[in-house]
């Protein structure tokens, strides 16, 4: 993430700009900072969260010229973009800069997933009335922040089908050391489809009325549950 400036007039900037997915947001940042030829006193760096220029928070202490930092924005506050701006800040003329330049490595952003993701159920284990053998199961899920990590079948209260997860857990891009983080502000993929069959004369089916239920989760641990469907097996 570079930031560079070169002779701009007063009130111009030059800046690097990061924007977390619709429905996410940044709450914090890890980085080494460095910099240049920031001489003139009318210039000035900062880092800064906002969202589209409003009500913007400032990074204190920015720019930690030549240290490795981190920084939370406080209580539980986000905000839908991150950026690196270097401004000349007098009022009349230009700042005396040439090749001046701020700019930030090894970032590790901190994103807040604070939209549930999306599930759909249908197949014929969901059509209704009296149900017996072998049916059909097709679950969805959509996401557009952090994606779908898993999706699965509750019945009676047991996870059932762990290889329900394994298509679309599978798809999100893994994560890498020293950080635990993703390469990507979208690790896993938005939405999957997963088709099957279920045995109805297996547990943790029971002859009778079965309580089902379908949930999906997305890339940052959030989950949606539908609402509870009663199946009635007979076989």
Known sequence: MFAYYDNYPHGSNAKVRYSAPIGSGFSGIQAF???GN???DGLKAALIFHDNGDDPVVVPGAPFRGQYFTYT??????RTNFEERVKCTKTSG?????????????????VNDYTPPIAYSGGTLFSGGVVSGTKSLDLFAIDGQTGIRAMFLVVNGHGFGAKYTGAIGTSCAPTY????????MRPCTNGGQYVDTVDTRQAPFVNGPNTVFVCAVDGSGGGTCLPTATVNVSN
Do not use: K
């Open 33 to 35: 900072s460095d910099g």
């Open 73 to 78: 924005i406080p209580g539980s506050g986000h």
């Open 94 to 110: 230009t700042c005396n800069a040439d090749h001046i330049y701020t700019r930030l490595t090894d970032i590790v952003f901190t």
């Open 38 to 40: 920031l001489s003139d």
């Open 177 to 184: 050391a020293p950080y635990d983080a993703y390469r990507v």
